[in-house]
C-alpha cells in the first residue's frame, strides 16, 4: 500500500506540494513512484514560468516516460539539480525529494488540490 | 477490456507470484515480477525465465512440404538438415513483412514446425492457408496446445540439464533442437532465445509446461517479464514486429537482408527484395546513442541540426547492461552512415547524437 504523507497537497496527476510561504515545493507520490517503478531520469525544466496544468518536466523511467504537471501557477526558482544524478531518490524518499520550487503568482489554487486523506481516497486506499 | 484477452496456461502462476500483469498481444502478461532492472541483470548474470506460451506453433507437412515452406520463407532451408532452427520472414509479395518467425525442421521428412508471433498468429494462419494452393500440405494451427517457456542466461543449460532431467540439452547447438517428451506428451528443446545470451526455448503441452515452470522456479530460475524481454532483445539488436518490422518495412530496409536468399529459385517477395538489395532502399533502420541520460522512446523525430525531420524512433532504453540512451530508429538513408551525427527530438529539447551499430550489447551465445 502507498504512503500518503500528512501536511501535504496533491494534484489528481500525483504530484505533491509542499507549501512554505510563497514557495510550493513540488515532488511526485508514492503510489506515483511505485507506478513508475526504477526512474532512471529526470528532465528538470528551465527557471522560468509555468501554469497550474502545465507540462514542467518528465521522469524517465525503464519502460516508459511520464510527463510532470505543475500543481500551481508561479515561477519555477530553483530545481532539484540532486536528482540528475541520483533519480532513483524518487523513488527511495519520495516525500523527501522535491523536484521544483515554485514561487506561486497564485495561492488561491492551493485550494483546489486534495489534502492527504482525500488524496488515499482518490488513489483507492 | 480483459474478458477478450487470452490467458496463457501460466496465468495463475504469474498472478500467485504477485506479477503486475497487462495486455500484451491479445494476452494478459506478466510485464514484471520484481523489477525489469533485477529481472534483466538476472539474465545477463544468471539465469531467468519467460512465459512465451502466446507465441504461436504452425506446424506444415506433406509432399510439397519443403517447397511450400520455401515459397512463404525468405530463408533457404533446402539442404538444411533436420533438427536444425532457422530464422527468417514470411513477405507480402510488394516486400513487407508478414511476421518474422523460426522454422524447425523435424526429423521427420517432410514435416516443419513454424514459431511466429503471437500478435500474428490469426494472420500468419490465415496467409499459410493462402498461400498453400496448389501446394500437398497441411497446415495446422495448434497454437493452443502448446506451452513455451524461454530460460535464458549463463546458467540456462546447467538449469534445463537439471530440471529436464535431461543431459542431452548440452549437447544441442545454437539454433538446433531435439524432440522428447514430457510426462507422455511431445516436448522440443531448442537452443534459441531473444535475449543475447545463451539460452533454450521448451515447447510441450499446458500441463507439461506449468510443471516445468513449477520446478524451474523451485531451482531457483528467475522469472522475468515482458519488460525486461524488451529491454534485453533491444541490445541484443534484435528486431521486434511491430517497431523495427511491419507490412510497411521490408527486411532489407531493417538491416535483416541476409535472411533472404536471393539464390533461392523463388519466395514470396523475392522480387522487390532483390531490387532493394541492388539499388538500396530509401530508408535504414539503424543505432542511435545520445549522450544525455534522457531517453529516446518510439515515435520520437529524428532530426538534422537544422531541425529538418530525417527519421522516427521505433525502440529506445536507457540501456540497462550499457548505461547509455540508445535507440532504433528508421532514418532516410543518406543519414544512416555510422558516426552520422543526428539530433533526437524528445518533448521540448533536441538531443545531440550519433549513429552507431544496432547491437548495442555483445551478445553471448553459445556457439
Given at each position: 500500500?502507498?504512503k500518503?504523507?500528512?501536511g501535504?497537497?496533491y494534484?489528481?496527476?500525483?504530484?505533491?506540494?509542499?507549501?512554505?510561504?510563497?514557495?510550493?515545493?513540488?515532488g511526485?507520490?508514492?503510489?506515483?513512484q511505485?507506478?513508475?517503478?526504477d526512474?532512471?531520469?529526470?528532465?528538470?525544466?528551465?527557471?522560468d514560468?509555468?501554469?497550474?496544468?502545465?507540462?514542467?518536466?518528465?521522469?524517465e523511467?525503464?519502460?516508459?516516460s511520464?510527463?510532470l504537471?505543475?500543481?500551481?501557477?508561479?515561477?519555477?526558482?530553483?530545481?532539484?539539480t540532486?536528482?540528475e544524478?541520483a533519480?532513483?531518490?524518487l523513488?527511495?524518499d519520495?516525500?523527501?525529494?522535491w523536484i521544483?520550487r515554485?514561487?506561486?503568482s497564485?495561492?488561491?489554487?492551493l485550494d483546489e488540490?486534495?489534502d492527504?486523506?482525500?488524496?488515499?481516497?482518490?488513489?483507492g486506499? | 477490456?480483459e474478458?477478450?484477452?487470452q490467458?496463457?496456461?501460466?496465468?495463475?502462476?504469474?498472478?500467485?507470484?504477485?506479477a503486475r500483469?497487462?495486455?500484451f498481444?491479445?494476452?494478459?502478461?506478466?510485464?514484471?515480477y520484481?523489477?525489469?532492472?533485477?529481472?534483466?541483470?538476472?539474465?545477463?548474470?544468471?539465469?531467468?525465465m519467460f512465459?512465451?506460451?502466446?507465441?504461436g506453433?504452425?506446424f506444415?507437412?506433406?509432399?510439397?512440404?519443403?517447397?511450400?515452406?520455401?515459397?512463404?520463407?525468405?530463408?533457404?532451408i533446402?539442404?538444411?538438415?533436420?533438427?536444425?532452427?532457422?530464422?527468417?520472414?514470411?513477405?507480402?509479395?510488394?516486400?513487407?513483412?508478414?511476421?518474422?518467425?523460426?522454422v524447425?525442421?523435424?526429423?521427420?521428412?517432410?514435416?516443419?514446425?513454424?514459431?511466429?508471433?503471437?500478435a500474428?498468429?490469426a494472420?500468419d494462419?490465415?496467409?499459410?492457408?493462402?498461400?498453400?494452393?496448389?501446394f500437398?500440405?497441411q497446415?495446422?494451427?495448434q497454437?493452443?496446445a502448446?506451452?513455451?517457456?524461454?530460460?535464458?542466461?549463463?546458467?540456462?543449460?546447467?538449469?534445463?540439464?537439471?530440471?529436464?532431467g535431461?543431459?542431452r540439452?548440452a549437447?544441442?547447438?545454437?539454433?538446433e533442437f531435439?524432440?522428447?517428451?514430457w510426462?507422455?506428451?511431445r516436448?522440443?528443446?531448442?537452443?534459441?532465445g531473444?535475449?543475447?545470451?545463451?539460452g533454450?526455448?521448451?515447447y510441450?503441452?499446458?500441463e507439461?509446461?506449468?510443471?516445468?515452470?513449477?520446478?524451474?522456479?523451485?531451482?531457483?530460475?528467475?522469472?522475468?517479464?515482458?519488460?525486461?524481454r524488451?529491454?534485453?532483445?533491444f541490445?541484443?539488436?534484435l528486431?521486434?514486429?511491430g517497431?523495427e518490422?511491419?507490412?510497411?518495412?521490408?527486411?532489407?530496409?531493417?538491416g535483416?537482408?541476409?535472411?533472404?536468399k536471393?539464390?533461392?529459385?523463388?519466395?514470396?517477395?523475392?522480387?522487390?527484395?532483390?531490387?532493394?538489395k541492388?539499388?538500396?532502399?530509401?530508408?535504414?533502420?539503424?543505432?542511435i546513442?545520445?549522450?544525455?541520460?534522457?531517453?529516446?522512446?518510439?515515435?520520437?523525430?529524428?532530426?538534422?541540426?537544422?531541425g529538418?525531420q530525417?527519421?522516427?524512433?521505433t525502440?529506445?532504453?536507457?540501456?540497462?547492461?550499457?548505461?547509455?540512451s540508445?535507440c532504433?530508429?528508421?532514418?532516410?538513408?543518406?543519414c544512416?552512415?555510422l558516426?552520422t551525427?543526428?539530433?533526437?527530438?524528445?518533448?521540448?529539447?533536441?538531443?545531440?547524437?550519433?549513429?552507431?551499430?544496432?547491437?548495442?550489447y555483445?551478445?553471448?551465445?553459445?556457439?
Amino acid at each position: 500500500m502507498s504512503k500518503v504523507q500528512e501536511g501535504l497537497l496533491y494534484s489528481e496527476s500525483h504530484e505533491w506540494v509542499r507549501v512554505e510561504g510563497p514557495n510550493a515545493f513540488v515532488g511526485i507520490s508514492d503510489f506515483a513512484q511505485e507506478e513508475m517503478g526504477d526512474i532512471t531520469y529526470v528532465d528538470l525544466p528551465d527557471l522560468d514560468n509555468v501554469l497550474k496544468g502545465e507540462e514542467f518536466g518528465a521522469l524517465e523511467s525503464v519502460k516508459a516516460s511520464s510527463d510532470l504537471y505543475s500543481p500551481v501557477t508561479g515561477t519555477v526558482s530553483e530545481r532539484n539539480t540532486d536528482l540528475e544524478n541520483a533519480p532513483e531518490l524518487l523513488n527511495e524518499d519520495p516525500y523527501g525529494s522535491w523536484i521544483i520550487r515554485i514561487h506561486m503568482s497564485n495561492p488561491a489554487e492551493l485550494d483546489e488540490l486534495m489534502d492527504a486523506e482525500a488524496y488515499a481516497k482518490f488513489i483507492g486506499q | 477490456m480483459e474478458e477478450n484477452l487470452q490467458k496463457t496456461c501460466l496465468y495463475d502462476s504469474h498472478v500467485a507470484l504477485g506479477a503486475r500483469m497487462s495486455p500484451f498481444a491479445g494476452f494478459i502478461m506478466p510485464i514484471q515480477y520484481s523489477n525489469i532492472i533485477a529481472e534483466h541483470q538476472a539474465v545477463r548474470r544468471q539465469v531467468g525465465m519467460f512465459d512465451v506460451s502466446h507465441m504461436g506453433e504452425i506446424f506444415v507437412c506433406g509432399p510439397d512440404a519443403e517447397r511450400y515452406v520455401n515459397h512463404i520463407f525468405t530463408n533457404e532451408i533446402r539442404g538444411f538438415a533436420p533438427g536444425k532452427v532457422l530464422y527468417g520472414m514470411m513477405l507480402y509479395p510488394d516486400g513487407g513483412v508478414v511476421d518474422d518467425l523460426l522454422v524447425y525442421r523435424e526429423v521427420e521428412a517432410d514435416h516443419f514446425l513454424l514459431v511466429v508471433n503471437a500478435a500474428n498468429i490469426a494472420k500468419d494462419y490465415q496467409w499459410m492457408l493462402d498461400q498453400a494452393a496448389g501446394f500437398d500440405v497441411q497446415v495446422d494451427n495448434q497454437s493452443e496446445a502448446w506451452g513455451q517457456i524461454a530460460v535464458q542466461g549463463p546458467e540456462a543449460e546447467k538449469k534445463v540439464v537439471e530440471v529436464l532431467g535431461e543431459a542431452r540439452a548440452a549437447g544441442v547447438g545454437f539454433y538446433e533442437f531435439y524432440d522428447s517428451t514430457w510426462k507422455g506428451s511431445r516436448m522440443i528443446v531448442s537452443r534459441t532465445g531473444y535475449t543475447g545470451e545463451d539460452g533454450f526455448e521448451i515447447y510441450t503441452s499446458v500441463e507439461g509446461t506449468q510443471e516445468i515452470w513449477q520446478l524451474l522456479l523451485d531451482a531457483g530460475v528467475t522469472p522475468c517479464g515482458l519488460g525486461c524481454r524488451d529491454t534485453l532483445r533491444f541490445e541484443a539488436g534484435l528486431p521486434l514486429y511491430g517497431d523495427e518490422l511491419s507490412a510497411e518495412i521490408t527486411p532489407v530496409e531493417a538491416g535483416l537482408g541476409l535472411f533472404c536468399k536471393l539464390d533461392k529459385d523463388e519466395f514470396i517477395g523475392k522480387d522487390v527484395i532483390a531490387r532493394q538489395k541492388a539499388e538500396g532502399t530509401r530508408k535504414k533502420l539503424v543505432g542511435i546513442e545520445i549522450a544525455d541520460r534522457a531517453v529516446p522512446r518510439a515515435g520520437y523525430p529524428v532530426e538534422l541540426e537544422d531541425g529538418t525531420q530525417v527519421g522516427v524512433v521505433t525502440t529506445g532504453y536507457h540501456s540497462i547492461s550499457l548505461d547509455k540512451s540508445i535507440c532504433f530508429a528508421l532514418v532516410k538513408t543518406e543519414c544512416a552512415a555510422l558516426g552520422t551525427p543526428l539530433w533526437i527530438r524528445i518533448r521540448s529539447r533536441v538531443f545531440p547524437g550519433q549513429v552507431v551499430k544496432k547491437r548495442f550489447y555483445q551478445t553471448n551465445y553459445k556457439k
